[in-house]
């Protein structure tokens, strides 16, 4: 398994600033990944991000919208830029760890933003 | 894409009684079927997972069941408890890559 915190746990922030939500994990990672939580709904995948290389974004997110950083093995930040109230989610890092000769998915707690 | 139904989206059940949660997935590439509870204001954990090379998998009072060829795996609760109260998400991983594809979720609500 993997210890996965994330700073900050929750944030109010105003329209049109950014915010940044930093991930970190306890051991050294190849694949992380930023999931978006919109209230009452499911898990929708950002981005994946591996150290050393761009982060590849799913259909509906952009850079500009939401960079990532990955300067190492334990660690990775996600950008929420210019923000509207439809930002207004949980974000969650995760991370894919070796398990039994194959992989496994672990959650941060994530990170409660409301646009105002 | 990958698509992953869930049912039932909410499900109600007395101390004791088993839970069924259902899910099905569109593509035939995906190998690694893993299940999440969420409890309230916490983030997903991993509870149980299966591959496509095993049938069932079991862990104590959770286990799990995957037909490959109907692209259909279920999450089985027996004893159910008042902490099992939660949601639960199934997922999928799209061409067998790591990237996961989720359920809509389903609030399981175990009574006293």
């Known amino acids: 398994s993997a210890v996965i915190s994330q700073k900050p746990s929750r944030d109010i922030c105003q329209r049109g600033t950014s915010l940044t939500i930093q991930c970190q994990v306890d051991s050294q990672v190849t694949m992380m990944f930023w999931y978006r939580q919109q209230p009452g709904q499911s898990l929708t995948l950002i981005a994946t991000?591996?150290?050393?290389?761009?982060?590849?974004?799913e259909s509906g997110f952009v850079i500009d919208k939401f960079p990532i950083s990955r300067p190492n093995l334990t660690f990775s930040t996600l950008t929420v830029s210019n923000m509207s109230p439809e930002d207004s989610s949980i974000y969650l890092c995760s991370v894919e760890v070796p398990a039994g000769g194959s992989y496994e998915q672990y959650f941060g707690p994530g990170t409660r933003l409301t646009v105002t | 894409g990958e698509n992953v139904e869930q049912h039932p989206s909410t499900l109600s059940v007395q101390e004791g009684d088993s839970a069924v949660i259902k899910c099905t997935y569109s593509?035939?590439?995906?190998?690694?079927f893993p299940w999440y509870k969420q409890e309230l204001g916490k983030g997903p954990q991993l509870i149980i997972d299966?591959?496509?090379?095993?049938g069932e998998k079991k862990d104590q009072r959770i286990a799990v069941t995957l037909n490959k060829t109907a692209k259909h795996f279920s999450l089985h609760i027996t004893e159910t408890q008042p902490e099992d109260s939660a949601v639960y998400f199934c997922?999928?991983?799209?061409?067998?890559?790591?990237?996961?594809?989720f359920g809509k979720g389903t609030m399981l609500l175990v009574s006293p």
């Open positions: 991000a591996n150290q050393g290389s761009e982060a590849t974004y």
């Open positions: 997922a999928a991983n799209p061409s067998g890559y790591s990237t996961l594809t």
């Open positions: 299966i591959r496509s090379n095993v």
């Open positions: 593509d035939s590439a995906s190998n690694y």
